[in-house]
C-alpha cells in the first residue's frame, strides 16, 4: 500500500513538472489578484495592511481552485482512473496522494510566494511570517475540500464552473479562521492560538472527509 501510493505520489509530481499548468497558473492568478487589489483600493497603506490577510487569503482560494477540475479528469480522460479503480490500492489511498501531489505543486508555492506578495499590501514582517504559517495549514484544507468536487466531476466536460459553485461554501469557514488567525497574530483581540488550532482542525477534518468523499465520489461513477 505504501509503495503504491510513493508511486502515485511520484507519477503525478513528475507529470506536473513535465506538463506545467495548475501549479504555474495558479501562481500567476494569486499574483493578479493581489496586484490588482491595491489599484482598485488606492494608496492608502493603513488599509491594505489592515486587509491585507483577507486580500491574500481570498486569493490563494481562488488560485487553489485553478486546475482542480482536472485532479481526476485527465486520469478520467485516458482511462488511468479505470486502471487505478482496479488495482489493488484502495481509491482512498489513490485519492490521498493525488491530492497531496497537487497540494506540494499548488497549495505550497502559494504559502510560500505569500511573503513577496506581502509587499503589495503593506504586510509588516510579522504578519508575512503569519501568512505563511496560516496558508501552509490551511490550504490543505481547500484543497482536500476541492477534492471530493473534482470527483464529482472527472466525467463532465468543463466542470470547473460547476465544481467552484459545489466546494466554495464549504470552503468559507478555513477562509474565516486563516483570515482570522492572521489577524490575531497582529495583535486582535483574540489570541493566535485560538482560530489557529481550529484552522488546524478543520484541515484535519478535511483530509479525512475528503479522502473518504472523494473516493466514494469515484466509485459511484464506475
Known amino acids: 500500500m505504501l509503495?503504491?501510493?510513493n508511486a502515485l505520489l511520484v507519477r503525478d509530481l513528475k507529470?506536473?513538472?513535465r506538463v506545467g499548468g495548475s501549479g504555474v497558473m495558479g501562481l500567476i492568478f494569486f499574483l493578479m489578484i493581489v496586484?490588482?487589489?491595491p489599484f482598485a483600493l488606492g494608496p492608502d497603506l493603513n488599509l491594505l495592511a489592515r486587509i491585507g490577510p483577507a486580500i491574500l487569503w481570498?486569493?490563494?482560494l481562488l488560485a487553489t481552485l485553478i486546475g482542480l477540475d482536472r485532479l481526476f479528469q485527465a486520469d478520467?480522460?485516458?482511462g488511468s482512473l479505470d486502471l487505478l479503480r482496479l488495482s489493488q490500492a484502495p481509491l482512498e489511498i489513490v485519492v490521498l496522494a493525488k491530492v497531496i501531489a497537487y497540494w506540494l505543486v499548488t497549495g505550497l508555492p502559494l504559502a510560500l510566494a505569500a511573503?513577496?506578495?506581502g509587499f503589495l499590501v503593506a504586510l509588516s514582517p510579522e504578519a508575512m511570517l503569519a501568512m505563511v504559517v496560516t496558508l501552509l495549514v490551511g490550504t490543505p484544507a481547500l484543497?482536500?475540500?476541492g477534492a471530493v468536487g473534482a470527483a464529482l466531476?472527472?466525467?463532465l466536460r468543463r466542470g470547473g464552473l460547476i465544481l467552484a459553485i459545489l466546494v466554495l461554501p464549504f470552503m468559507i469557514p478555513t477562509l474565516i479562521f486563516g483570515v482570522s488567525a492572521a489577524n490575531a497574530a497582529l495583535g486582535g483581540t483574540i489570541p493566535f492560538a485560538t482560530p489557529f488550532l481550529v484552522l488546524v482542525a478543520l484541515s484535519l477534518i478535511a483530509a479525512v472527509v475528503g479522502t473518504v468523499g472523494a473516493a466514494a465520489a469515484l466509485r459511484s461513477g464506475e
Open 153 to 155: 466531476t472527472s466525467s
Open 3 to 5: 509503495k503504491s501510493f
Open 115 to 117: 511573503p513577496f506578495l
Open 35 to 37: 496586484t490588482l487589489i
Open 143 to 145: 484543497t482536500f475540500i
Open 15 to 17: 507529470l506536473a513538472a
Open 76 to 78: 478520467q480522460e485516458d
Open 58 to 60: 481570498i486569493a490563494a
